[in-house]
């Protein structure tokens, strides 16, 4: 079980993180993405922590899968990682501009493909700015390739659609929905076109914004915890993540890291279960 229990945590603060900066060998990555599309790597440009390169969220996924931001075979995330300088042992760094937001996506990403040492800068670069902590701006040089051996972790790590179906159908593991309460009774419509409204049958809403404090860094041991057992989340027991395409779900996943839980996320998530192919699909509360 990839996350559980370390006597690290899946988190930096930003004091740490300056601290540590021009270490050898440290990786730092702006994994920031935008749902509305705007342009991150143009915010990258604008400015980003020193040393960062920043990693396309689009670029590291399944680029031949019909769902957004799907894992690739471990061959093509090791040739991506690897344009990216990471080995699987660096100690790796992952921010995004939000500030927890897709961060969680890549570090999960990072992890199932067996990095050792990855962390997510809590609060990410508004937490590192209200510091008052350097930037620089620009697009940096691509860094020097380096070699990524995927040790992928599967099943483990990894739900696919016949697994949260038997989950929900069995009670083998608890499906917890990151969206909006809007989207999730299906009141709102999905940003992707094609996608039926509602959520899974038996499935429990837990937007991730619960996971997170007002200046939006991770809540910590028994706020944390009770954010989950608030929404009706059994933490001791077996828990898969969701959410609209797997990226919101990651920090559900990296909350329960926090406190030393193991769960599986959903890689294809509300993208592929509300799709015409998808699961039942239940609407209100």
């Known amino acids: 079980m990839p996350f559980s229990s370390k006597p690290v ?21 702006d994994a920031s993405w935008h749902l509305d599309g705007r342009d991150a790597r143009a915010d990258f440009a604008a400015g980003h922590i020193p040393g960062a390169v920043f990693a396309d969220l689009e670029a590291v996924s399944d680029q031949d899968s019909p769902l957004p931001h799907m894992l690739p075979t471990p061959a093509a995330f090791a040739a991506s990682a690897g344009l990216l300088g990471l080995s699987q042992g660096d100690p790796i760094v992952v921010y995004d501009t939000a500030g927890l937001f897709s961060a969680a996506r890549v570090w999960w990403m990072l992890r199932v493909m067996g990095a050792t040492d990855v962390r997510v800068l809590d609060g990410g670069l508004p937490a590192w700015k209200a510091r008052g902590l350097p930037l620089e701006s620009g697009l940096p040089a691509a860094p020097a390739f380096a070699v990524f051996n995927p040790r992928p972790a599967g099943a483990a790590a990894v739900a696919a659609q016949a697994d949260v179906q038997a989950a929900l159908t069995g009670g083998a593991a608890q499906v917890v929905d990151a969206r909006g309460p809007a989207r999730f009774k299906g009141d709102a419509p999905e940003p992707r076109q094609g ?13 991730y914004g619960a996971m997170l404090n007002p200046d939006g860094t991770m809540k910590r041991g028994a706020a944390l915890q009770a954010a989950f057992t608030e929404a009706g989340v059994k933490i001791d027991r077996p828990v ?4 609209g395409s797997g990226v919101t779900a990651a920090i559900l996943t990296l909350a329960l890291a926090e406190l030393g839980r193991p769960s599986r996320l ?8 509300g799709s015409a192919k998808g699961g039942e699909v239940v609407a209100g509360a």
């Open 9 to 29: 945590s899946p988190l930096i603060s930003a004091a740490d993180l300056a601290a540590r900066l021009g270490k050898p060998g440290l990786r730092i990555l």
């Open 195 to 207: 996608l039926r409204a509602g959520h899974m049958p038996g499935a429990i809403n837990l937007p």
């Open 240 to 243: 898969i993540t969701s959410c």
């Open 266 to 273: 959903y890689d294809g998530s509300w993208a592929e279960w």
